[in-house]
């Protein structure tokens, strides 16, 4: 399944278009909101792969990305909030 | 492929060798320290991959009669290493707030009672 | 017999579980466990010296049962040999005299607890260090090691820069554990075991570049963790901030961990003893070692510092000896590890018991304490006497076989700096025992009273081996180091026990030779050959007294200070103590420069420690490649 | 053929989504405009691609990987919710306005915060 | 073979980049939001080639653990200067 | 006191987030633990998962709900028990007549059940222990030395 892995290198392609956001980003909540991003784009490339090399125990990583990504992001919402 | 994975290895250590080098926040020279872990461990992994190779572990469906693994050794010996790194990092963040707490500063530069 | 390796690293860190569990409020049940734990191992260890020791085999163990399979090393082994025994035997000595003096000496610090957990995981760790028989074993064990040595440093938060010295140790620490990852990582790339014996035999006459990487890398790696000089701008402040049952145990086992690992590398692991440029690298970093580290502690006002300056400048005595690589400088340098461990270890026990006594350890602050502190004056002054080398005591025997190989191996500029190094090792243990245990008595010690009992034993259990090893070197040599040393240069054996027999003239292709082991304790005495060493020795102190005076800065006579006065009998004698900055004081006006410049160096900035070991580095790995093929 | 039609569809679809997403992340004016913009990847992107890799599955009758793959785009589509809210109101806090604002409800709501 | 080539050349880009953003970074929060976004491309490099378990615990320590006890951390010496 | 209780109240999608992924995440961790020996993962990585379930816990519902629902304590004698276990599980090996570390116990099971392969399952499960307990331990200090913070 070759096309699989195109759909992998667009979506690494946006993760790299992000960082720009990510250097750029005036705040830190745009920082952070890219890298929101860029860890689900991260999840979606690694779904991709895995069924490109056919082995489903790769799902397990974006299983962990997937639930526990965004403890860092609320993290740093509470930071910001100063109510940490 | 994999040479562009050496490049980046070593691009990674230098990178956090520069960090330790150059900045003088005690926070940012462990976030340099983090960045050398990384790059250790994707050495590592890198050395031990096989074009072709499938992931070293067994399972009923799935694996094809020909299909082969890539080297296991690299990959328990990265485990080791990330787990250990991921111990200096605790360690080292709980000396900084120790740090902070008595010298008041993260300045390297005025962290330095015991010299001479 | 076969189980007793690994036995006696599980006790210990059992020990340090068990200690969390039911040891968490109650002080006797921890010390305990504590005792028992290291009382057990050194049992084990020492049951071990018959069959290794005596009798000359090699224990190997495979754990998990996974036995090479077609000739190639799948599991993790451990091997047991003369060498690693005899390290073994040092760190478990230390283990125990240093709990024993623990109990007491710990009574004013609170959370205990997690005092004898570091300190048992720091003990195990050294154990699996010496024992293990894998490179990548050997990096984790030193993971451990340093990682309790860093909890043991900010153990006593509360004093004066214990979190700095543990931040500075664990961020140099953590770079050396980097380069000895990368290197272990990069001879497995070349060979793809991790198996010490088999990487040994797969490396002779088989150096690659890669090889040659690995092995810059992991010199440069086991280097910082032995503190040899660029390397060992933490190791002072982690000496001097850890409590002195730590840093005994600093000095007795995680330096000599590192001088271990040095060893194994250079002589098991790639035969690099062959080469005349490794020696003589070695021999340059011991050398200098041992000068700065010397010169160093000269100038230093803190006891604890002074000693960890001096722990520095001996680890330089066994690189230099280390170097030489005959037979003679390995029974040196190997002598002079068991002998620094005994000492040193003394020193910091006497320290120790000076700060628990007074609290203190300025040399400014501290004197006349002989009086009120006999038994302890009476230790220390044995351990100053076997680090500065005098007769009867074991420093003597061993930096006498220093000068000896050295001076045989036609590099007499080495020994000439070793005399050197030793005379000044004398003249600041001068100052030391002049400020604190002569001279005038402070004020506010008139209620010092001597160390309880507990304390006392492990101090008179180490000068009497100080006394033994100096007095009957012979049994010492012939039953601890030179089985040692045979192990260490018998690598035929190594290999064969743990791969099997007849791997190694399988790859090697002969058996490698044994050189024939040539001791000559009673001394090598060449009348016109030493003649013409103190005629070199006069002409080099001539040199440095002309290099650094005669410059007409005038000395400070006419300040109006009280202490420089006259001193007649009869005036109030508050001023006729001599202090320790105040010894000496001629050698340093006249070196000035230098130990300004070496103060200025020690500047305590983490960068620019980080940046002596990345520099040094580098220029191990550009030596090595321009120069080693 | 035409379950390999519908799956090309899908992918295609969420590749889509998550290139408007990206592409307003990098060109929205402000903080909160780009955060609804990156809302787009997390949802719709997420979504179509989760789908076109499950029908490939279950037409494989590769059972374990469908639900796995369906059970991440769940929790993507939960999480980033959760996470979208709570950074903007932590950069609301933070003192981050959008610009050319005409109402502002949170303040109004809460006169205190 | 080749487009899984260019696949790993991307994302090693992408590492280098997201590790130079850490290092340019001057401020500590957004410089430790980069070593995150760096850990988790590592993560997926690792799987890339194929190494599931050094995959999930660089997701779990680079992505989870390692940002939560930084930025815990950064609270608690509040040296931020957080935009 | 007040104000503390009045700001719960208040961030309740957050605190539903975290009533519904804890249990989640709980699920996710142990059956990367449990499953150690079968899929990737193994005694690490699961403990770290499940730990990173007390910041969950901790953003829903601040720090004087996890103080109330943890004893430092236990946790730490807990972590020790673990690498007990573990250590025991390597002398069993010597027990039953082998070296340490050996494989015993593998009758029980079949080749890919999750109770199969003998000791390396229990040492596996006991490292999860150790880790979810000892990161878990990490985790709540590090809340705790927040705590002072949060009350004004």
Redesign the interface.
Known sequence: MIEFVYVGIFYVILALMLLYRVLKGPSVVDRAVAADSIDILTAIALIVFSIYSNRSIYLDIALVLAILGFLGTVLIARYLEGRL | MILVNYIACIIL?VLG?YV?????N?LK?IIG?GL??YG?NL??IS?GFNPGGTAPIFTFTELKPESFFV?P??QA?TL??IV?GA??TA??LS??I??KE??GTLD??K?????? | M??FP??SI?TL??GA??T??FG?KNETVRKFIALVASSISLILVLMLIKPVMIKNNVIQ?????WRPIHDWAIGIGLEVDALGLFFGIIAVLTIFLSIIFSFKYTKKDSETDKYYVLFLMLSGAVLGLVFTGDL?NMF?MI?IMT?AA??LT?FR?YQ??A?????KY??LG??G??MV??G??TI??QV?T?NMAQISALLFNNLTPSALFAFALLLAGFSLKAFVVPFHPAA??AY??APSSVSMAFSGMVNKAGVYAIIRLVYVLFHAMDFKSVQILLIIIGTITMFIGVTMAL??NDFKRLLAFHSISQIGYVITAVGVSTALGLTAGLYHALNHTLFKGLLFLTAGAIFYATGTTDLNKLGGLARKMPQTAAIFLIGAFSISGLPPFNGFVSKWLVYQATFQANLAPVTIIALLVSVMTLASFIKVAQSIFFGQMPKEFENVKEVPLSMRIPMWIMAILCVITGVLPNIVTKYLVSPAVTAALNIGKYIDLMMGNGYSEKILGKPIEIPAVDFTLAGYWDPIAWLVLFALLLIAVTIVAVAGGFNAVSLPTEVDDPKYDVFFSGEASEHSHVKGNDLFWGLKHDLRHYFGFM?DA??????DY??WA?FTTTIFIVYIFLLVP | MIVRIIIDLFLILGCFFAFAGAVGLLRMPDSFTRMQSSTNIATFGVLWTVLGVAVYAFSNQNFVFGIKTVMIGIFIVLTSAVAGHAILKGGYKHGIRPENLVVDEYRRDNPNE | MNSIVILNTLVIIAIIVSAILTVKFDNLLSSIIALAVTGSFVALEFILLHAPDVAIAEAAVGAVLSPVIFIITLKKVKEGKER | MMKGKNRQVKDVIVKTAADFFTPIALVLGFYIILHGHLSPGGGFQGGVLVASAVVLIYLGYGYNEVSKKFNM?II??N???G??LF?VF??A??IYG??????VFTNIGDVGDLISAGTIMFMNNSVGYKVLTGVGFLILLMIGLLAPDNDN
């Open positions: 250590i060798f330790i080098l150059t900045k003088k005690i020279i320290m050398i872990d250790i050495l590592i050395i080297d050794v690299p010996l080791t290493s250990i111990c200096v360690m080292a000396l900084v120790k740090i008595k010298y390297a530069d962290v330095r009672r015991l010299n001479g | 076969q189980h690994i036995l599980v860190f059992l579980f068990l969390v569990i968490s163990y495979w754990l998990g049962n990548f984790v993971e990682f860093v909890g900010a938060n004066e820069g979190l700095e010295a543990a931040f664990l961020v953590s770079i554990s980097s990852l990368a272990t990582i497995y790339s793809h991790l002072p402040d001097m901030s100038a230093q103060h020690h500047s305590g900035i983490i960068n980080a940046l990345i | 304590e730490k004698k972590e020790a028990l690498a007990i250590t390597g002398l090996g010597i082998s070296v340490f570390f050996a494989n």
